[in-house]
């Protein structure tokens, strides 16, 4: 098992982009996945945005910001995304088909690794993959 050290997150919206900004913040490379580039645009906007918010009330430093931000790279293409991805995070909108289709695609290009859970909601969402599933 490798070293985590690059993590692919999979929508970048309000959880997508506060979670590309937790692990860029600790020093992971981030690739964050989005419908276009104007949202991926505002993601990273978003990210600037709170950290200088965090610096203005002493947590964090401005010295830091571009150097976070320079560990996210952003891309429309899932298949490029999870090249070389040791960990991926799915925070697409909610709606189950979306969240269906877009473990498929990951069951395609990825090992998944089942998290125990016993919310109806999320074993939903992984639908009929059939990727190496660990319970
Ligand atoms: N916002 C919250 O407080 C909160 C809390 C807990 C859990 N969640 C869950 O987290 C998930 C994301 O919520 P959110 O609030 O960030 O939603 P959001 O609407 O802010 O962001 C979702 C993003 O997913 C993108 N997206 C849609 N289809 C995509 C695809 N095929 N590929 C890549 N990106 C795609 C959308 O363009 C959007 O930017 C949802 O399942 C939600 O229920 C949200």
Known sequence: MPEIRNITIIGAGLMGHGIAQVFAAKGYNVILVDLNDGLLVQAIKNIRSNLALMADNDIGAYKDIDPVISRI?????????TTGAHFVVEAVSENLNLKQKVF???????????????????????GPISGIHRT
Request: glycine residues 0%; hydrophobic residues 30%; contains cysteine.
């Open 104 to 126: 498929h695609e990951l069951d395609r290009l990825c090992v998944l690794l089942k998290l125990r859970q016993e919310q109806n909601s999320v074993t939903e969402s992984w």
């Open 73 to 81: 790279r952003s891309t429309t293409d899932m298949s490029e995304a």
